[in-house]
């Protein structure tokens, strides 16, 4: 039991330090311009295998940190593992084949799908 315990705890600091890499890409010169008009907006990640949620919410057009919980709107809404989550960030496998195959669900405007999908090259 405590060793199941001490995996979800070390499964739970990857995915956050997941998401916080997430969050700096977007803040990148490159592509932090792209979205100055999110203000506002929410993207929400939900794991499957743990149930757990979180949230980015946008802010004066840049990303605030990762929150923990379920927000009452997301604009944009991925769906998956953490393990998928865990290997996209360490670039085993693109979001776009993880989307193909099955592994990702995400509901968004295709514009800010187009968009989010840029920060694959990152």
Known sequence: MADAQAEGQVLEQGVEQAL?????????????????????RVMQYHFTDTGQYYYIRFQDGLPQPAVK???????????????IFLAMSRKEISGLKA???????????MPDLLKLQKLDSL
């Open 99 to 109: 989307y193909a195959l099955g592994k990702v669900k995400v509901r968004a405007p």
């Open 20 to 40: 916080e890499t997430f969050r700096s890409k977007i803040l990148d010169p490159r592509v932090v311009k792209d979205y100055r008009n999110w203000s506002g």
């Open 69 to 83: 919980g379920k927000p009452e709107k997301a604009d944009v809404q991925y769906e998956m593992s953490s393990a």
